[in-house]
Structures are given as structure tokens and as C-alpha cells.
């Protein structure tokens, strides 16, 4: 293991020289620090995340699109939010809305009856359909027609739809969570890509064939997710000591989805490779910001797969989209916390989405 680490510390020490930064080994924590061009200090590398550092800032920038007067409405991206429910009509909103502010056309909201005026009283900005139902507003002889007649709703848009995002707000309850699976079937028969996030991941974590082999498949476990992720598919408990081999190992047992483990460093992985996006960040935990992250992956991953042959990457559009997206919410949490310290609130980090993208990635 010892061996193991020496080699990937001197691996990270030439993409460190590669990067161009300063260089400064903290022999207390054993944690190598990088002081970048504005002089934030970012821990890229810990014995505790040996996976290789993204080039985060060149990916966003080679797969955001120019902006030109030859492009029609629609192919920057449609992005669909599926969630959204009696308890839950934040979560829905936020995903839905950052997906816009970083610059998809338009963004639709796909909830609950009773979540919908909710949620369109948010913002104009949203398409709202109200199609979903919970059990306890529909009686049991109905629900196989109102399971059919969801299906034939969705399924009108869904060749529409650049890229789908499951779960933030959806709730947990059983009749809900079948309609949601007979969606994911349509949208993979149809390859849709699919963002997995919040009770998506429950769904998901008892339903793993709904996205085993489906290689468009992005799951985006928080901590508590991703536990259970790996109690369920590798029968043991989350290994921190070994994180990133883990963390394969897990994509790979799905079928080569896409994971990205939330936390301190966000961590991706398609089974075939491992990177971490350690830039930026903020101290501040206010609940919503794995919803952002999920509408702005969502983004990313449908402008990756419209430019990734182009391009010439080696990664697949999905590791891109994860990377960018992190990176870019990243950035505006930080500046968010700059401003507003300890009374940042998930609505201010999306304020700071436009000046972020702009920071990284100037408009011309
Ligand atoms: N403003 C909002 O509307 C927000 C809504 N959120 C949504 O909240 C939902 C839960 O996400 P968390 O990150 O809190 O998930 P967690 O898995 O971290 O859940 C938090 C705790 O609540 C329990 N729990 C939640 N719902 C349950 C249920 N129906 N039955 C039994 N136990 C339940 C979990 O087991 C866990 O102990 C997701 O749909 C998520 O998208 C969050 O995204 C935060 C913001
Ligand atoms: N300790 C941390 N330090 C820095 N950034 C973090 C930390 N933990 C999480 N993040 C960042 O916050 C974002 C959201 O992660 P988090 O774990 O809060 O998701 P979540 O629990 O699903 O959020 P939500 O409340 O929206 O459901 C991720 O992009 C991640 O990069
Ligand atoms: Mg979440």
C-alpha cells in the first residue's frame, strides 16, 4: 500500500508541475497544496484521495458552446427535471433553474399535481408539467390507468429532452417511484441521458437494473447515498483508505455507469477511471446544492455529447459533463461564501452561476 501511494504522490507531483503551480508539502497532514493564480490554497491530493486531479477549468471550456447569432432556440440544450412533490418543491426549482442560468434553452419541470403551482409561481422561466401522482390521491383500481396515462404524457416530450434529471424533490412514495421507473425504461430505450440524484438514488439503489449497462447513466451520490449505494451493489461498507479504488470498483459492478461522489473533493467515475475536482468550494452545508450541481451536470453532459468527437477527448462525455459541472458549482459556492459567509443560502449560489462561467470562461 505504502508503495502504491509513493507512486501515485509522484504521479501527482509531475501533473502538479504540469499545472504550473506552487508546490508545498505539508508533512503534518501529508496533504501536497497548490497555490493557484489568485493565491486560494486548494488541497488537490490526501492519502485519503489519491485519485488524479482533473484539468477542470480546460474541460469546461472546451465543451461550453460559443454563443452566435446562427444558433436557433433549443441547441444549448433542453434540459427535464423530473421531481418535485407534496413535501418537496425547492429541490425541483433549483436543479431545473441553474440548468438555465448556465445556459441550457430551456428547462422543464416534470412533478407532482400538487407540486406544480408551487413551483411555477417560482419562476416564469420553468416548464411545468403537473402530471405526476402520489398514492394517496389516487384510488387503487386507477392506478393503472394513471400509470398509463403519465407514460403517454411524458413520452410525447421525451425525444425532446437533451438530457433527463431524476429525483431532486421526488419523494419516496411507491406508486410515484414506479411511474419515475417506467419513465427511466423510455428515456434509455430512447438514449436519453440520465442525471440520478436525491430520491432518484433511492429509487435507483433498490432498482439498480433501471440503469445497470446504460452507459448514460450519471448517478451523484451525497454521503448518505452513497452508502447505501455501496452496502447494496459491493455488500460492504464505504472504505475511505482506499476511496477512489472503491469508487471503480462500484461504477464498474453497475455496468460502467457514471459516479460522482459528492463531498470535500468530488470524486468521478465510469469504471475505467477515476478523477477528483478539488478547486474551489465553500465551507458553508445549506441544503440544495447537490440540486444545482444536478441541473448544471445535466447541462454539461448534453454540451459534452454534442462536441466530444470534435474535440478529441479521451474521456467520455459523461466523466466530462461531471467535471465541468462540479468545478462550476464549485466556483459559485465559493463566491457566494465570499460575500455572504455564513448566511450563504443555495438561492445566492445560483446568483453566482453567470459571473462563475464567466470567470472560467468568457462569453468573447
Ligand atoms: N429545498 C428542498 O426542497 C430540498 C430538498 N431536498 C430533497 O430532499 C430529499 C431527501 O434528500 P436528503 O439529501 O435529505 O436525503 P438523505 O438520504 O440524506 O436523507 C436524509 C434523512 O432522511 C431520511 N428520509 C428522507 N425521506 C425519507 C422517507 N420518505 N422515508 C424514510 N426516510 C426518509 C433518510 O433516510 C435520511 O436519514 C431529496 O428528494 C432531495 O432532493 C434536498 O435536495 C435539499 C433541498
Ligand atoms: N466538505 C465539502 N467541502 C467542499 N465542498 C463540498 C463539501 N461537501 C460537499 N461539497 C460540494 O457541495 C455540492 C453538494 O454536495 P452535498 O454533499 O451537499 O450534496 P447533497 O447532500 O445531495 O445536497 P442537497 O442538499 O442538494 O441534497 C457538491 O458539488 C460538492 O462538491
Ligand atoms: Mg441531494
Not at 26 to 47: I, K, P
Not at 136 to 146: I, K, L
Not at 211 to 231: D, F, H, I, M
Request: aromatic share 4%; charged share 25%.
Amino acid at each position: 500500500m505504502q508503495q502504491c501511494y509513493g507512486s501515485i504522490i509522484r504521479r501527482q507531483r509531475h501533473f502538479i508541475r504540469c499545472l504550473g503551480g506552487d508546490r508545498c508539502n505539508n508533512s503534518s497532514s501529508d496533504t501536497l497544496l497548490l497555490l493557484n493564480d489568485n493565491t486560494r490554497m486548494q488541497s488537490v491530493m490526501s492519502r485519503s484521495n489519491p485519485a488524479i486531479e482533473a484539468d477542470a477549468l480546460s474541460i469546461l471550456r472546451s465543451i461550453s458552446p460559443t454563443l452566435d447569432s446562427t444558433k436557433h432556440k433549443g441547441q444549448a440544450g433542453k434540459i427535464a427535471v423530473v421531481g418535485g412533490c407534496r413535501e418537496y418543491t425547492g429541490a425541483p426549482y433549483f436543479s431545473a433553474i441553474s440548468a438555465l442560468k448556465i445556459g441550457a434553452d430551456l428547462s422543464h419541470v416534470i412533478c407532482t399535481k400538487d407540486a406544480a403551482p408551487v413551483i411555477k409561481s417560482y419562476s416564469p422561466e420553468l416548464i411545468v408539467h403537473p402530471l405526476l401522482e402520489e398514492s394517496y390521491s389516487v384510488r387503487d383500481e386507477d392506478r393503472q390507468s394513471v400509470a398509463t396515462v403519465v407514460l403517454a404524457e411524458v413520452d410525447k416530450w421525451m425525444e425532446r429532452f437533451d438530457c433527463l434529471v431524476i429525483g431532486p424533490g421526488l419523494g419516496r412514495d411507491p406508486f410515484l417511484l414506479d411511474c419515475v421507473s417506467d419513465i427511466m425504461k423510455h428515456a434509455r430505450r430512447s438514449n436519453v441521458p440520465m442525471v440520478i440524484d436525491g430520491d432518484g438514488l433511492f429509487l435507483v439503489t433498490n432498482r439498480l437494473d433501471l440503469v445497470s449497462g446504460y452507459p448514460l447513466a450519471v448517478l451523484t451520490p451525497n454521503v448518505n447515498e452513497y452508502k447505501r449505494l455501496v452496502q447494496k451493489v459491493l455488500n460492504c461498507e464505504v472504505n475511505d483508505q482506499d476511496g477512489p479504488e472503491q469508487l471503480l470498483s462500484l461504477a464498474s459492478s453497475i455496468g460502467g455507469v457514471t459516479i460522482l461522489r459528492k463531498g470535500q473533493s468530488d470524486n468521478i467515475s465510469d469504471g475505467k477511471e477515476v478523477r477528483s475536482v478539488s478547486i474551489f468550494g465553500s465551507p458553508r452545508r445549506c441544503g440544495g446544492q447537490g440540486d444545482i450541481l444536478s441541473g448544471s451536470v445535466a447541462v454539461f453532459l448534453a454540451w459534452a455529447r454534442k462536441l466530444v468527437d470534435k474535440e478529441g477527448h479521451t474521456l467520455n462525455p459523461t466523466m466530462l459533463g461531471c467535471i465541468a459541472g462540479s468545478a462550476l458549482m464549485r466556483k459559485a459556492a465559493s463566491l457566494a461564501f465570499e460575500d455572504k459567509k455564513r448566511s450563504t443560502l443555495t438561492t445566492d449560489i445560483i446568483e453566482c452561476l453567470g459571473r462563475s462561467l464567466e470567470d472560467i470562461c468568457p462569453v468573447g
